[in-house]
């Protein structure tokens, strides 16, 4: 075959002229073009092509062109992809770096749900415009139709069709005659491509070449960096943020004469509200001997029980139990995971505490005991007593008679 | 279905008839005939035989099953019809919007298809009938399916108390009735409008005005659709609510509708109606609604999920975990892995979308799917931890004979009509219509 | 034009009376004539004086810091996230036309796809920069990327943030791949037209040696296919992503299922409220009015009003399951926005997204251009009114009365907005100026001649 080609080459053109490419055809409208494609398909060529201006409707089948691969490239991408979501997330927040966030688990799947499909569609993009490319032969910088001055109108209006004199089947005679049978506007030899280098000019490679390698310094530095250790602080980006115009804990103050920045609280002093001369109510004390009874700005009431009832519901309760048992829910819950260092809270209606001053009781709730913290911080005296005093009724629950209840309610116990 | 092998679509063109298809259609630029038309478009005797097979199968199927609920458990009876009624009903629903939907965009390719979408439609007065087994017992006050119809627990209960004025007896039925009244109005006010296409001599005024109505329709579409599931299904958990609930009602519609649409012009040409004016290439069209309603379903159903797993607010929590214990669990995994995972690769490829043969099987597939995932939506509030499948008498029979009514008034109206708009001017397009 | 216009939608997709070369003409003298309109000069005097602004104000915010803006408790996420969620928004609807609209053959998509999805990428680049601004340290924000780095820490993926940050960027490398390869034969046709070696460098660099070949467009359309398959649910998943930022927290006001789909509507319809925006004048000043016909706009109008219904939806369901929860604090919330202190705000948004959109009922409002720009302008501005809804009035009244304040932006916030539209109109103008304005061979594979075979029906 090449014999061949050789052969027509010397008896249709001059020495030394470039070898002939092919054969060129220009038509006029999609339809002259589809009509030319069948004759040419049928007639059993294959490295043919037409080159039209926007993808004609049709042409596939009038070339026989076959399905592409394309879309397996792009699902094996958004394999890949989905994939590699997967594994990332798994590897960096379940393995290499656990961090607990929100409650969720360390790999959580419907969290990761939407890095999945990111990445899915991330990788097949790139592969749908790759592929594409690649299966194109694109990018191609030059091409022997690229010398007929005729065909720049291919991206404009015009049609084209060109036979390769490489195909098996190309008798330069026999395919003038097909061609012109298929009644072009235009029939014209290609010939190869001599003019144009075939290599890039020598001072672009290099200058490439340059720019690539320098290129590779900022992540050369950065490499080091990573490495290398070194004596000099960080750089400060911000410095007003690092260095606040302001005086912190233990620095040194040049303004008093003490030199620190830190004040101590001034000698025969009270702040405002911190008072707290009344040893019955805020120590529980009565010449220091622990209260029997309540300060007399603590009435018994039933207001005053229903405060003590919603505050022990919310700070005692859960240890001590809602009927002060000792049978809370973290005291159940940790009964059962039966650790062993759990020291069990006390239950209320032993005897002691009911002989207690409500004084002592209410310097346990404020100071704590054994294991119980203290909770003089967190809820006000006042609401301290009313949980004594709703403490006292609950024990009091567990001790009485029908005689306590008065004689007109009785009636509705039976 | 090797890529290489399959010559791609024009080739078949220039080789002659496709293989295993029906003959070739009509050329584009030839008008279509209107009373000869070139195919044949009457369902005839056919439709008789529908409706006594179908009709027949499915009324004794529903008298089976209210018998069954008569002499059984009242609730179990209850969830098990409001199940399979709102399986029948999202069809229903689903074909109204299909056709609304393609009268509003001025659709081409669906013209051929749209009288049979119509007919499904035309089940609207059916369906307010077959709503009576829930509205007559909610309206004598029975709350075995809707807990806020009793009073007492209404008062009991701070929330139903908040709600009692959306959540009532007389405005939930006044809402059903707008609800039906609207359903049946539009679709006869688009079925008669395009019977009368068929014959008249400016079709073209008649599809424009049929357009017109159609965009407020769709307004009104959506806000019922909405609230009828709000009220039939996520009212059964009256303190749960979220704000895409419709939407994901709708999506349900959507898929299930094209499901049976495609079993059903099968069906048809099977029978040897329609055989050259549906194409393959309407299949790829359905096939392609039925793939991407299977990722909006997906879509929203996840939506809806991550935003309340996430936040973990107890009090809209409640609502998944029910369906995260027990047997429930079960069903919520095959619901992730059938109704989204293996539609989605199965329905992926073209070959599978243009074949009839795979796009019926994933077509019943996911009729299947959507009924479980309504049994999903509704049984868990009355089966805790277990499935009920003492109950698979009550559900097989109810959805049966609500299918088999539903065919049998679809071909009822198909009796008297063509089975294609042959009126409509868009009809040679819509036949000659091909994918890309 | 008449001509045009009485032709039967039902048989003829609205197009333009074009032919090839008028079309590859029409497209390129654009690009071509040594002076473009008077008013593109104008246009771009604005733009680079509005971008001059925006590097002021990231410089003075880098010297600075955020203090200068007007996020202050509680109202920490004000205008650069209000702004990140606009610009997100406005990406949408460039990938919409063109893949969406693709896969349901809207033919007439052909003539404004291409400076949509241009409009997509500017849009996505404004977008990027204002969370980049707002972590406060911008020469941190590589910390939100999967890189090993010496605090040996990974990105923390259960977070919606670093979801976004995967959207976000995904979305804007997508957005870019398909927009250059909807270019590279237009690229092409740049190249073959252009007189002057340098033009002829360039677009032939870019158009990768592209010359029409048939078994090129074969693989050339199925990738458009694919990446019209792949961009679609992308654009979805983009803004729903955006709206699990809020969504997922427990904040009244932002927690609520609908937000995914809500906020995909919303970034359509504000979309094309952009791209109405910008095609009414492009096609005045460039002479595209051949292509983009009134037939386009009144079709954009029509989406646009269908989009204005899916959003006013939304904002109704929003308030009907706020009461219908019986959960006092998103009842609160809501009822917030309608007569709290930004009731202003809340107010402009609905006149803006839900009234002005009506008038498109009307025939002749769809078809005066005028007007279809009027209300495109007032789109956008309620767009940005409802990000501002929902950031600013849910920021500023949380769970604790105790932690609530007024929002009040400065000078910069607004600086830095109105630069974020000098950056987006000087990319913009500069495309108008230098690429391809319209997909040609789109436009061309649907003009009638195309068709005139007939025999491949």
């Known amino acids: 075959m090449a014999d061949k080609k050789k052969d027509s080459d010397q008896t249709e053109h001059a020495e030394g002229e470039a070898p002939l490419h092919g054969l060129l055809a220009e038509y006029d409208s999609t339809a002259a073009l589809i009509a030319a494609s069948k004759k040419v398909r049928d007639a059993g060529f294959e490295k043919w092509d037409t080159y039209t201006p926007f993808p004609v409707h049709g042409i596939d089948g009038a070339m026989g062109i076959k399905m592409t691969k394309l879309p397996w490239i792009v699902l094996g991408a958004a394999i890949t992809g989905l994939t590699t979501a997967i594994l990332m997330q798994w590897w960096m927040n379940a393995v290499d770096y656990k961090y607990i966030i929100s409650g969720k688990p360390f790999w959580s799947i419907p969290a990761s749900v939407p890095i999945y499909f990111e990445l899915t569609v991330l990788f097949s993009a790139f592969a749908a415009l790759g592929g594409m490319l690649a299966l194109n032969n694109l990018p191609l910088p030059s091409h022997p139709l690229d010398l007929k001055e005729r065909f720049a109108k291919v991206t404009d209006d015009k049609f084209f069709l060109m036979i390769q004199a490489a195909d098996a089947k190309f008798d330069e005679r026999e395919t003038r005659a097909l061609l012109e049978g298929t009644h072009p506007t235009v029939l014209d030899v290609v010939l190869e491509d001599r003019t144009s280098p075939s290599k890039l ?55 008093f004469a003490d ?29 220091d001997t622990w209260a029997r009874t309540f300060p007399t700005s603590i009435e018994p009431s039933a207001d005053a029980l229903e405060r003590g009832k919603e505050k022990f519901g919310v700070y005692c309760a859960p240890c001590h139990g809602f009927a002060g048992d000792g049978d809370g829910p973290i005291s159940v819950r940790a009964q059962e995971l039966a650790e062993g260092t759990w020291v069990p809270p006390t239950n209320v209606h032993q005897d002691y505490l009911r002989q207690m001053p409500v004084g002592q009781l209410f310097d346990t709730v404020t100071h704590g005991i054994r294991n119980m913290a203290g909770y003089g911080q967190l809820i006000e005296p006042e609401d301290r007593w009313k949980i004594v005093m709703y403490l006292r009724a609950l024990q009091r629950s567990r ?13 509705a116990l039976k | 279905m090797a890529e290489d092998k399959k010559p791609n679509k024009p080739v078949k063109k220039a080789a002659g008839p496709k293989q295993g298809e029906p003959p070739k259609k009509p050329p584009a630029n030839v008008e279509a005939p209107k009373d000869d038309f070139d195919d044949n478009i009457r369902l005839g005797l056919d439709a008789d035989r529908v409706m006594k097979v179908a009709g027949g199968v499915g009324a004794v199927s529903l008298v089976a099953c209210l018998g069954l609920g008569f002499t059984g458990d009242a609730k179990r009876f209850m969830f098990a019809y409001l199940t399979a009624y709102i399986w029948i009903l999202s069809i229903a629903i689903g074909a109204l919007f299909w056709v609304t939907l393609q009268h509003l965009v001025n659709a081409n390719w669906s013209i051929v298809l749209r009288r049979v979408a119509e007919l499904m439609a035309q089940n609207m007065p059916l369906m307010a009938l077959l709503a009576l087994p829930i509205l007559v017992p909610t309206a004598m006050g029975n709350d075995s399916l809707y807990i806020w119809v009793n009073h007492e627990t209404v008062h009991a209960d701070h929330l139903l108390h908040h709600k009692a004025p959306y959540l009532n007896v007389t405005f939930f039925l006044i809402r059903c009735a707008i609800y039906f009244g609207f359903w049946v109005l539009l679709s006869r006010y688009l079925f008669q409008t395009s019977v009368a296409q068929d014959q008249s001599k400016s079709p073209g005024d008649l599809a424009k005005r049929m357009q017109g109505l159609s965009a407020p329709s769709m307004i009104l579409l959506a806000l019922t659709l909405t609230f009828a599931a709000f009220d039939f299904l996520m009212s059964l958990e009256p303190a749960w609510f979220s704000t895409i609930y419709g939407v994901y009602f709708f999506a349900g519609c959507v898929l299930s509708f094209n499901s049976l649409f495609a079993l059903t012009l099968m069906w048809l040409q099977k029978q040897g109606r329609l055989v050259k004016s549906v194409s393959v290439e309407h299949y790829h069209d359905i096939g ?14 996840f939506s809806q999920f991550m935003l309340i797993w996430y936040a973990n607010i107890p009090e809209e929590t409640f609502w998944y975990k029910m369906r995260f214990t027990g047997d429930w669990r079960t069903v919520s995994a095959i619901l992730l892995v059938c109704h989204f995972v293996l539609p989605f690769l199965g329905l992926l490829s073209r070959h599978i979308k243009r074949n009839k043969k795979t796009l019926g099987f994933w077509a019943v597939w996911i009729l299947v799917l959507h009924y479980v995932d309504i049994y999903w939506l509704v049984k868990p509030s009355l089966h805790e931890e277990t499935l009920p499948t003492g109950d698979l008498l009550l559900d097989v029979t109810a959805i049966v004979g609500m299918l088999g009514l539903f065919l049998a008034g679809a071909a009822y109206q198909a009796k008297k009509v063509r089975l294609v708009a042959v009126g409509d001017p868009r009809l040679p397009k819509s036949l000659a219509f091909e994918n890309f | 034009m008449a001509a045009i216009s009485d032709v039967n939608p039902f048989v003829q997709p609205p197009k333009g009376d074009n032919d090839f070369a008028r079309v590859t003409d029409n497209v390129s003298r654009i690009a071509e004539v040594n002076r473009p309109p008077r008013a593109w000069y104008i246009a771009f005097g604005i733009s680079t004086s509005l971008l001059g602004l925006f590097g002021i104000s990231v410089a003075y915010l880098f010297w600075e810091g955020i203090g200068i803006w007007g996020n202050m408790n509680p109202s920490y996420w004000g205008f650069p996230i209000v702004n990140f969620v606009f610009w997100v928004g406005i990406g949408h609807a460039g990938t919409l036309i063109s893949a969406i609209l693709y896969l349901m053959r809207q033919t007439w998509r052909t003539a404004i796809n291409r400076f949509a999805e241009a409009m997509t990428i500017f849009a996505v680049i404004c977008a990027a920069v204002f969370p980049g601004l707002h972590v406060g340290r911008p020469w941190l924000p590589y910390w939100m990327f999967p890189i090993p780095n010496q605090m040996q820490m990974w990105p923390q993926f259960r977070s919606p943030l670093e979801w976004d940050v995967f959207a976000v960027g995904t979305y804007a490398t997508v957005s870019l791949l398909f927009w250059y390869m909807g270019m590279i034969p237009d690229l092409a046709t740049f190249r073959d037209r252009s007189t002057s070696p340098l033009r002829r460098a360039l677009y032939g660099a ?24 792949l961009a679609t649910p992308l654009v979805l998943s983009v803004h729903s992503v955006v709206s699990f930022d809020f969504a997922t927290s427990q904040m009244p006001g932002w927690h609520t299922t609908i937000f995914p789909p809500y906020f995909v509507a919303g970034a359509i319809f504000g979309g094309f409220a952009m791209v109405v925006t910008l095609a009414v004048p492009a096609r005045q000043f460039f002479g595209l009015k051949r292509i983009i016909t009134i037939n386009h706009l009144e079709l954009m109008s029509k989406i646009i009003l269908a989009t204005g219904m899916m959003v006013g939806y939304a904002y109704g369901m929003e308030f009907f399951i706020a009461w219908y929860s019986g959960s006092a604090y998103e009842g609160f919330a809501l009822l917030n926005r309608a007569v709290g202190p930004f ?81 987006f109109f000087t990319l913009f103008l500069l495309f108008c100026r230098y690429l391809p304005m319209v997909a040609m061979a789109e436009v061309k594979a649907f003009v009638p001649a195309a068709h005139a075979s007939g025999d491949h029906h």
């Open chain 3, 206 to 229: 870019f158009a990768m040696g592209w010359r029409g070949s048939s078994r090129q467009w074969h693989r050339y359309e199925r990738a458009y296919l694919l990446l019209a398959a």
């Open chain 1, 399 to 411: 001790q009485t008679s029908v005689d306590d209840v008065p004689e007109a309610e009785r009636g």
């Open chain 1, 259 to 287: 030199g620190r920045a830190e004040r101590p609280e001034i000698p025969e002093t009270v702040a405002v509200g911190h008072l707290r001369e009344d040893d019955h109510l805020f120590r529980g004390k009565e010449q």
């Open chain 2, 288 to 301: 392609k609604m039925m793939f991407g309603f299977t990722v909006f379903w997906a879509y929203i159903g």
């Open chain 1, 201 to 255: 000019p020598t001072g672009l490679v290099y200058g490439l070449l340059i720019v690539a390698t320098a290129s590779l310094i900022p992540f050369a530095f950065i490499a080091k960096a990573r490495f290398a250790k070194s004596e000099k602080t960080r750089v400060h980006v911000v410095g007003d943020m690092d260095w606040q115009l302001k005086f912190q804990a233990q620095q040194a103050h040049p303004f």
């Open chain 3, 343 to 423: 009731a202003w705000s809340y107010w402009a948004m609905i006149f803006c997204n839900v009234v002005t959109p009506q008038v498109f009922w009307f025939k002749s409002m769809r078809r005066n251009v005028w007007v279809i720009f009027f209300v495109g302008v007032l789109v956008n501005i309620g767009m940005w009114f409802e990000r501002f809804v929902i950031i600013v009035t849910s920021g500023s009244r949380d769970f604790l009365p105790a932690s609530w304040g007024y929002f009040i932006p400065t000078a910069w916030d607004f600086a830095t907005l109105a630069g974020s539209f000098g950056l």
